[in-house]
């Protein structure tokens, strides 16, 4: 199944339905059941030590699995997380970072997977989520 949104679509999306969050995330590619999403991080989402925060990379994992979900059924704006369990792996650096998200299963009801996140300059991953979110019911 391919996507049914592109880069365009869901930036233009996010731009319509979440302008306060537009700016700080940026769709870099869209592939079946897969995204890769950007975030700039600023200086409010560090914390003491000069990292960024769990609370920014959790936005991070929620948004980019919340795109690629919406890439595959479609602007839905009520679709919404039901559960989402992050493990922090490594400290990330005070840059931008990277989410590397996939779909495992996406049903009519739900839609299942995880999200790796990358700190820019950093090879190895430094968090990893599993995401579970509800699609609304159709019509």
């Given at each position: 199944m391919q996507p049914?949104?592109?880069?365009?679509?869901?930036?233009?999306?996010?731009r319509a339905e979440f302008p306060q969050m537009a700016a700080r995330?940026?769709?870099?590619?869209?592939?079946?059941?897969?995204i890769t999403v950007?975030?700039?991080?600023?200086e409010a989402d560090l914390r003491p030590g000069g990292t960024v925060s769990g609370p920014a990379m959790f936005a991070l994992a929620d948004c980019a699995f919340y795109l690629a979900t919406l890439a595959m059924i479609g602007p839905k704006a009520l679709t919404v997380?039901?559960?989402l369990a992050i493990d922090f792996m490594r400290k990330p650096g005070p840059g931008d970072m990277r989410a590397e998200a996939r779909i495992l299963k996406l049903g009519r009801s739900l839609s299942v997977g995880d999200v790796m996140l990358y700190?820019?300059?950093?090879?190895?991953?430094?968090?990893?989520a599993?995401?579970?979110?509800?699609?609304?019911?159709?019509g």
């Open positions: 049914v949104m592109d880069r365009g679509d869901l930036e233009a999306f996010m995330f940026s769709v870099r590619e869209v592939r079946p059941y897969g950007t975030m700039r991080a600023g997380t039901t559960s700190s820019e300059g950093m090879e190895p991953p430094v968090a990893h599993n995401v579970t979110y509800s699609i609304p019911p159709r």
